[in-house]
């Protein structure tokens, strides 16, 4: 079973910039959606963004215009570019596929 491990969560000051990967331990070209969701403290888990096997990109209206999605099957990897950060940001991001996969999560923290 494919397994996804997410990395590049820390600290950044708001207005700043953090990229974020989801790399999974089989191939993901196959997979249908791949999807970013964060939970933020004290909150339920809420959806970010997602991307289909064709590149079909959708965002929360809350990242739209900030945040972008992208995928690289080569290399398994699922990415999310996170620009003009705000401190409502903050939350720990979660990869997840099509199927119910999703990893540990990977915290950003937003914050001066």
């Known amino acids: 079973q494919v397994q996804l491990v997410e990395s590049g969560g820390g600290l950044v000051q708001p207005g700043g910039s953090l990229r974020l990967s989801c790399t999974a331990s089989g191939t993901i070209s196959s997979i249908s959606y791949m999807v970013w969701h964060r939970q933020a403290p004290g909150k339920g888990r809420d959806f970010v963004a997602s991307i289909s096997s064709r590149n079909i990109t959708t965002y929360s209206d809350s990242v739209k215009g900030r945040f972008t999605i992208s995928r690289d099957n080569a290399r398994n990897t699922v990415f999310l570019q996170m620009n003009n950060l705000k401190p409502d940001d903050t939350a720990v991001y979660y990869c997840?596929?099509?199927?119910?996969?999703w990893g540990k999560g990977t915290l950003v923290t937003v914050s001066s």
């Open positions: 997840g596929a099509t199927g119910g996969l």
